[in-house]
Structure formats: structure tokens, C-alpha cells
């Protein structure tokens, strides 16, 4: 299968923590977005990196992408009740229009 | 103001019977897709059309017909119903051109097949 895979499949931590959640896949990608879901709804784009890229940075979100391993990592610092959702990786490859998502990774933040 | 809705938002049916979901996106965009997410949270691209084209056609039964009158709207049409079905779908757009590619997601329609 060509879906990318995540892990952990889920993570539970308190809230102020850091959750740090991989992403691996197995061709070349264009690019690798990160989408959270929360429960019952649909997915919220987070953020973009570049296949020239190698880390960015969106707020609480800090990104890494190494093309040499196939892997991504999304941290989340100083995490929030909030942040309780689903997050997955999407990435695209030859055709910018198409992507593939991984298997999500579930956060629980608790108080 | 909705972005990108799905109607409905809940579908309960029983097996061989059609049924049809609408999305609407009102972002401009001239992308937009069909996904299917099934219990275990997989979500996998079923449908892409490109100003009414279509573009991206996964390996989907043919009982499964998409149609897009406009560029704002792709609707899903499902043919004979079975149990496999039921699971959740979104519609999603982007635009087509540029260098946005991020997806905007519709709420979701939880298709139940009995």
C-alpha cells in the first residue's frame, strides 16, 4: 500500500507536554502537509513543507522533513486541551493534485 | 460563512438502494474532490474534478458516479448500496493552479448502509 504510515498510533499526555508524532512513506514526494480532525469533524490544513525543505515552523508547530528516510515528525509544544484530534500526514507526489494520507496519529491532552 | 458543506451531514439506508451526496464550496476554487474515510480513521481519494473535469479516478466500483455541474459543486451518486459502503465521506477543494496545496475539507457525511 502506498498509505503512509504514523505512529504512535496514539499518544496520551498532559497538558503544557510536547506530542511529537512521525510520519514515514515510501516514494518521492512533491511535498508533506499535516491535517488535524477532531472528533466527527472534518480535517483543518496545519502545514506545508517543501520537499527542499528540512524544517519549518507554524506557532506551537515545528516540522521536519528528511527526504532520505521517507519521514516526517510534527512536534506540538506546550500542548492544550484543544489539541485533543486526529493528525495526519498528506503528501504528494507527481501529480500536485493527488494526496496520499497516513494512517493519523489520535492525541489525547489531558488537564 | 461555510466553506466547503456537504449535504447531508447524515445518510441511513438500506442496502440496493441510490443515494446522493452534494458538496458545495464557495472558496473559488477549481479543484475539488471526494474522499472516503472508513472505520479504522483510513482516509483514501476516491474522485478528483478540475473545472468539471475529471482528473483523478481511484480505483472505485463504478456504482460510485461523480458529477460536477458547475466548479463549485461535485456531487457523489452511489448506485446498489452494500454494507461496505457505509463510512464517512468528504468532499474537499483547492485551487488549481498556484502555489496553494492545501485542501479545505468539508464537515463530513456518515453514509450508514443496513
Known amino acids: 500500500s502506498q498509505q503512509g504510515e504514523e505512529d504512535p498510533q496514539a499518544l496520551s499526555i498532559q497538558e503544557g507536554e510536547n506530542a511529537t508524532m512521525n510520519c514515514s512513506y515510501k516514494t518521492s514526494i512533491n511535498n508533506l502537509q499535516w491535517y488535524r480532525q477532531n472528533s466527527g469533524r472534518g480535517l483543518v490544513h496545519l502545514i506545508l513543507i517543501r520537499s527542499n525543505e528540512r524544517e519549518k515552523h507554524s506557532g506551537r508547530l515545528r516540522v521536519t522533513l528528511d527526504t532520505s528516510k521517507k519521514s516526517s515528525s510534527l512536534l506540538i509544544t506546550a500542548s492544550r486541551a484543544a489539541d485533543t484530534a486526529s493528525y495526519f500526514c498528506?503528501?504528494?507526489?507527481?501529480?500536485?493534485?493527488?494526496?496520499?494520507f497516513g494512517t493519523g496519529t489520535r492525541l489525547q491532552v489531558t488537564l | 460563512d461555510t466553506a466547503v458543506s456537504q449535504t447531508p451531514k447524515y445518510l441511513v439506508t438500506q442496502m440496493g438502494n441510490d443515494k446522493s451526496i452534494k458538496c458545495e464550496q464557495n472558496?473559488?476554487?477549481?479543484?475539488m474532490y471526494w474522499y472516503k474515510q472508513d472505520s479504522k480513521k483510513f482516509l483514501k481519494i476516491m474522485f478528483s474534478?478540475?473545472?468539471?473535469?475529471?482528473?483523478i479516478n481511484e480505483t472505485v466500483p463504478n456504482r460510485f458516479s461523480p458529477k460536477s455541474p458547475d466548479k463549485a459543486h461535485l456531487n457523489l451518486h452511489i448506485n446498489s448500496l452494500e454494507l461496505g459502503d457505509s463510512a464517512v465521506y468528504f468532499c474537499?477543494?483547492?485551487?488549481?493552479?498556484?502555489?496553494?496545496?492545501?485542501?479545505?475539507f468539508g464537515p463530513g457525511t456518515r453514509l450508514t448502509v443496513t
Open positions: 498528506a503528501y504528494s507526489t507527481g501529480t500536485a493534485s493527488k494526496l496520499t
Open positions: 474537499a477543494s483547492r485551487p488549481a493552479s498556484g502555489d496553494t496545496y492545501e485542501q479545505y
Open positions: 474534478y478540475n473545472n468539471k473535469e475529471l482528473i
Open positions: 472558496l473559488g476554487h477549481d479543484t
